[in-house]
């Protein structure tokens, strides 16, 4: 139940718990699908306390953390500017980048919580929205679509020597 949690913007004070929440949901939904060099390499690029520094630092960029009563961190969305290979993208075109969420909170209300916070961000500082997400991440892409989104387009997102068939979605 999404009662009580907190939905903050996150500040530069926030780097280390984002970094330790970004490897703990990647590993429990996509920790299988690499090898452990691969995926050690992944975090270590991608979800370590100053890319999300530099993530934090930038105003393009929008993230916000989600916080139990307890003060626990729940899970965060991350937004910017589209850095997806959307063929002909227009000007002006934002990414809802992540939404990570720990598995013990899923299907309580605070995805759905997080993500409109994020859409409600991106439509004031974009005029066109796009993500991207896993080709079997089927609950991912049902809130997606509940929220009006629609897939355009097929590609691959490389994780080591791995690569992820991804859709892209637009609304």
Not at 26 to 55: C, M, R, V, W
Request: overall charge negative; charged content about 25%.
């Amino acid at each position: 139940m999404s009662v009580g949690v907190s939905i903050r913007r996150a500040t530069l004070g926030d780097a280390q718990a984002l970094a330790e929440l970004g490897a703990v949901t990647f590993t429990e939904t996509f920790g299988h699908l690499y090898k452990n060099e691969d995926l050690q390499a992944f975090l270590k690029k991608n979800h370590s306390p100053q890319a999300y520094e530099e993530i934090l630092a930038d105003p393009a960029w929008a993230v916000w953390i989600a916080e139990a009563p307890d003060g626990e961190k729940m899970g965060y969305v991350a937004a910017g500017p589209c850095g997806l290979p959307v063929p002909e993208m227009p000007e002006k075109s934002g990414e809802l980048v992540r939404l990570y969420l720990l598995r013990a909170h899923q299907k309580s209300g605070v995805g759905g919580r997080m993500l409109a916070t994020a859409l409600d961000w991106l439509e004031k500082n974009f005029d066109h929205l796009y993500l991207s997400v896993y080709a079997e991440n089927y609950g991912a892409q049902r809130l997606y679509q509940r929220h009006g989104f629609v897939k355009i387009h097929d590609y691959f997102y490389k994780v080591g020597e791995h690569s992820d068939p991804e859709w892209i979605m637009q609304r």
